[in-house]
């Protein structure tokens, strides 16, 4: 069936240094949605991604999606603490369901 | 703003207990759906519901069973729970808008069963 893989599970940054997670889907996605959740709390939208090649900004956070519209990233410049959480993304399977990453914990070392 | 309410933030009940998890969103969204959130698993569809009293199982149904009477509620019932039901719910609600839309999550209730 189809599967929506992301990468890493987990990163451990510095605070100042750069974030990046990668989502693959195994078919073509119509759009692709990327959520946040901070630790203790619910995800929460952050953005979605129709069209192929697309590039969104929100501050520092980076949005693509794929030419192919089968990949997704989301990197974030120069992390602070609050951006701590996990990222997920999540790819239409039907017109109600959605497939989800199993995300991506970003951890601020010490 | 959108605003879906979980009835318990934690709950915790015994094996063979039957148990109800409840969900209201304030927003007239015709979609509201639930999920459990299990560590390394990410989140996984039990049922969902596009309309009031229809409901279609999602990827994890068995075990679970639902209930939607009115528009704004969408109740989960663990009909035996048993232990490796104990998990994050999610509740969230969507509105129609043309195919896979945004979803907004409640925020969660932490069941433990023993």
């Known amino acids: 069936g189809q599967q929506v893989m992301q990468i890493p599970q987990y990163q451990h940054v510095q605070e100042g240094e750069d974030f990046t997670t990668y989502c693959n889907s195994s078919t073509t996605l119509s759009n692709i949605q990327w959520y946040k959740q901070r630790p203790g709390g619910h995800p929460v939208f952050l953005i979605q991604?129709?069209?192929s090649g697309e590039v969104k900004k929100q501050k520092r956070l980076t949005f693509q999606f794929g030419e192919a519209k089968k990949n997704s990233s989301l990197h974030i410049t120069a992390t602070q603490t609050t951006d701590v959480g996990t990222y997920f993304c999540?790819?239409?399977?039907?017109?109600?369901?959605?497939?989800w990453g199993a995300g991506t914990k970003l951890i601020i070392k010490p | 703003d959108v605003k879906v309410t979980q009835s318990s933030r934690y709950l915790v009940k015994r094996t063979g207990e039957k148990v109800f998890l409840e969900c209201v969103q304030d927003?007239?969204?015709?979609?509201m759906f639930w999920y459990r959130q299990d560590p390394g698993l990410g989140l996984r569809l039990i049922y969902f519901s596009y309309d009031v009293k229809m409901k279609e199982k999602g990827d994890i149904p068995e075990g679970y069973s639902v209930s939607r009477e009115k528009k704004e509620r969408f109740s989960l019932i663990l009909e035996s729970a048993s232990t490796n039901q104990t998990s994050m719910y999610l509740c969230a609600s969507s509105p129609p808008v043309g195919g896979t839309s945004i979803l907004f999550f409640g925020s969660g209730t932490q069941l433990s069963v023993l």
């Open positions: 991604l129709v069209k």
């Open positions: 927003m007239d969204h015709e979609n």
């Open positions: 999540a790819g239409p399977e039907s017109n109600y369901q959605l497939i």
